[in-house]
T-cell receptor, first 110, second 116 residues
């Protein structure tokens, strides 16, 4: 079945560092890909999405490109802030409800 | 983006009581809503898929008599945890799907249930 694998955390970075969180997927067909963010004690917020190959999703300085050839959707941000500290979930939507990765906890220190 | 309201955000109850959690899509009609459970520092576990006007589809291992789901309208789904026990303590999150070509899921803020 469909699955998502994302790098295990926690990831700890200094403010203004470059962030990459790797995400790869296995799916039949052509799924849509998502990154969700969960701040402490809250639900999930859609961060960005891409619906077809080579699409780039971007929001709040984060971006991810749908790479069909490598089945990847890595999340990147050029300069992280303390307020970016959260758990990030990669997810795909194919013929089933959203399939989530296990989440990557990011801590950004000043 | 679309807004999904989940209420209450936090509930503490005694063992044996029932708790109802509401999930509303505020600015769109959601033909499908989902209920998840999240354990500390873990990913979301899909409990059930709820379609308006029909019975919910439960994931394997989820007790349908324990977790009652009602999707009475295109904007409201409820989850009732019946005869709650301490092991039911968890973070419950709902989501609503926009359907159509985009079919994006928007999430509620979650409900933290603590059963004493």
């Amino acid at each position: 079945g469909d699955s998502v694998t994302q790098m295990e955390g926690p990831v700890t970075l200094s403010e203004e560092a470059f962030l990459t969180i790797n995400c790869t997927y296995t799916a039949t067909g052509y799924p849509s890909l998502f990154w969700y963010v969960q701040y402490p004690g809250e639900g999930l917020q859609l961060l960005l999405k891409a619906t077809k190959a080579d699409d780039k999703g971007s929001n709040k300085g984060f971006e991810a490109t749908y790479r069909k050839e490598t089945t990847s959707f890595h999340l990147e941000k050029g300069s992280v802030q303390v307020s970016d500290s959260a758990v990030y979930f990669c997810a795909l939507s194919g013929n089933t409800p959203l399939v989530f990765g296990k989440g990557t906890r990011l801590s950004v220190i000043a | 983006g679309a807004v999904v309201s989940q209420h209450p955000s936090r509930v503490i109850c005694k063992s044996g009581t029932s708790v109802k959690i509401e999930c509303r899509s505020l600015d769109f009609q959601a033909t499908t809503m989902f209920w998840y459970r999240q354990f500390p520092k873990q990913s979301l576990m899909l409990m059930a898929t709820s379609n308006e006007g029909s019975k919910a589809t439960y994931e394997q291992g989820v007790e349908k008599d324990k977790f009652l789901i009602n999707h009475a309208s295109l904007t409201l789904s409820t989850l009732t945890v019946t005869s709650a026990h301490p092991e039911d303590s968890s973070f419950y999150i709902c989501s609503a799907s926009t359907g159509g070509m985009e079919n994006i899921q928007y999430f509620g803020a979650g409900t933290r249930l603590s059963v004493l």
